[in-house]
């Protein structure tokens, strides 16, 4: 599967496109949903630009970095000065809502149908706007989770109260020394949870995840289930392709009565062996799902 073939805004069959999804989604006897950064990104989770400036620009002043994504591998001198950094990073990227409603417009394009989730984002975006926890497989981490740096054990922990608090203590672009996150068992300095290395924790939580997830794929085999694919680009460091796209290409072209359904500002691509079951749209995924509802 290399040649690859797509459709966007800029061709005759924009509407025809978008009618046909919307009967696919409405015929579906299951839609598998998978996300990438380019669903948060259309709902407003940007990393530079205007939001960095409102949150950043007393440390971009000082650190002289000009986005959140650079910020989060800056040396910073101290762990006092590094957790500063990052409580404001987690507490905007995951306490709050994101400004659009691009997740609520999802939501309510599947919800009587049955449907998972399996996404490499990790703000949290789809529980915030109610979907389902036991259909959601969150498969490279939460920004709303610690985990020891070791680590001493497969366990994670949730960290809204010492983001929190780190938000109301926090003074001259430094936490207070006892509000560093350690591991309550073994004391070694906490980290988040996120595929970064193979220290990443996979805990019970991520493993019955797991598990739904595959029994989700077993129970929809050989029905008329929509791979809908939002935002997923070719990030191989973490091989998110690997996780999703690929995956969702060979599920499709395994099943005759399956649609691979591609929405992407820039990468709206299928292969040709699956052209004649696939949808392609380039173009904003949070205008698009709203021509969908």
Not at 87 to 116: H, T
Not at 138 to 149: E, H, K, P, R, V
Not at 194 to 222: I, M
């Amino acid at each position: 599967m290399c040649s690859k073939t797509s459709t966007g805004k800029s061709t005759p069959d924009f509407s025809a496109q978008i009618e046909k999804l919307k009967q696919a989604l409405k015929n579906a006897d299951a839609v598998l949903i998978g996300a990438g950064a380019g669903l948060s990104t259309s709902a407003g989770f940007t990393y530079s630009g205007a939001r960095f400036e409102t949150y950043f620009s007393d440390f971009a002043a000082k650190y002289g970095f000009s986005d959140m994504y650079t910020g989060g591998f800056y040396p910073f001198p101290t762990r006092e000065e590094f957790w500063a950094y990052w409580r404001r990073y987690i507490f905007i990227n995951r306490y709050q809502d994101a400004p659009k409603p691009v997740y609520n417009d999802l939501l309510k394009l599947v919800q009587k149908k049955a449907y998972f989730v399996i996404t490499t984002n990790v703000d949290h975006c789809f529980q915030k706007a109610g979907f389902d926890k036991q259909r959601l497989f969150y498969t490279q981490g939460d920004y709303g989770l610690f985990q020891c740096s070791e680590p001493c054990r497969q366990e994670t922990w949730n960290n809204e109260t010492i983001i929190r608090e780190m938000v109301r203590r926090q003074k001259a672009m430094r936490i207070p020394a006892e509000l560093l996150p350690t591991c309550p068992h073994c004391g070694k300095a906490a980290t988040l949870s996120l595929l970064s290395d193979d220290k990443f924790v996979e805990d019970k939580g991520w493993h019955a995840a797991a598990d739904r997830y595959e029994t989700f794929l077993h129970a929809q085999k050989n029905q008329k289930v929509v791979f809908l694919e939002l935002g997923v680009g070719y990030n191989t460091p973490y091989n998110t392709p690997g996780i999703i796209k690929y995956p969702f290409w060979q599920m499709t072209y395994a099943n005759s009565n399956a649609l691979y359904a591609c929405i992407n500002q820039d990468e709206a691509l299928a292969p040709k062996e699956i052209a004649s079951q696939s949808i392609c749209i380039s173009g904003d995924i949070g205008q698009t799902l709203h021509l969908l509802i």
